[in-house]
T-cell receptor, first 110, second 117 residues
Framework: AQSVTQPDIHITVSEGASLELRCNYSYGATPYLFWYVQSPGQGLQLLLK??????LVQGIKGFEAEFKRSQSSFNLRKPSVHWSDAAEYFCAVGADKVIFGPGTSLSVIP | GAVVSQHPSRVICKSGTSVKIECRSLDFQATTMFWYRQFPKQSLMLMAT?????????EQGVEKDKFLINHASLTLSTLTVTSAHPEDSSFYICSARVEGTMNTEAFFGQGTRLTVV
């Protein structure tokens, strides 16, 4: 069965610091992997996606993620966090039926 | 990218009434759409798969008689919350993927915030 885990429920970083959000997945075939961001009371915004090919994926807003099949991971990174990045981040797996992880709440200290 | 539109974006209803939420694919056809529910400070949980011209497939634990899904055309799926109660208050989101494509993501609507009073 498909599943996604995000070990960190909440992370706090200082503005300008680097960020890594962890994601591990369980999927029967080659996974379609996604990272979404959701601001309070808002819908989802797709940050980036991986289907195949280069395992380092570039997304919007300076985010990137690396697919590591051996570790079943798809961690999200950003070299320098901005205050506006404070939000909820969801890792997800699937093609049509998308399964979401529990989310990681990011707080940014000015 | 393809656009999925939900209506309404917010709705408040009285306990015991029914509420209909629409999900439209604006510039593509979708034989399959998906409905999710998100409680405050929680993740999105898949409720059901909406199939055009046939019955929806519900995830375990989701009451099909309470959450009626109709997918009458290739661009419209509706979710009706029947006899709504305060515990049904939630954020409901639909998604669809462009038919016959590879390596494209599912597109999500902007969600409907339902408050039952």
């Amino acid at each position: 069965a498909q599943s996604v885990t995000q070990p960190d429920i909440h992370i706090t970083v200082s503005e300008g610091a680097s960020l890594e959000l962890r994601c591990n997945y369980s999927y029967g075939a080659t996974p379609y992997l996604f990272w979404y961001v959701q601001s309070p009371g808002q819908g989802l915004q797709l940050l980036l996606k991986y289907f195949s090919g280069d395992t380092l994926v570039q997304g919007i807003k300076g985010f990137e993620a690396e697919f590591k099949r051996s570790q079943s991971s798809f961690n999200l990174r950003k070299p320098s966090v901005h205050w506006s990045d404070a939000a909820e981040y969801f890792c997800a797996v699937g093609a049509d039926k998308v399964i979401f992880g529990p989310g990681t709440s990011l707080s940014v200290i000015p | 990218g393809a656009v999925v539109s939900q209506h309404p974006s917010r709705v408040i209803c009285k306990s015991g009434t029914s509420v209909k939420i629409e999900c439209r694919s604006l510039d593509f056809q979708a034989t399959t759409m998906f409905w999710y529910r998100q409680f405050p400070k929680q993740s999105l949980m898949l409720m059901a798969t909406s199939n055009e011209g046939s019955k929806a497939t519900y995830e375990q634990g989701v009451e099909k008689d309470k959450f009626l899904i109709n997918h009458a055309s290739l661009t419209l799926s509706t979710l009706t919350v029947t006899s709504a109660h305060p515990e049904d208050s939630s954020f409901y989101i639909c998604s669809a993927r462009v038919e016959g494509t590879m390596n494209t993501e599912a597109f999500f609507g902007q969600g409907t915030r339902l408050t039952v009073v």
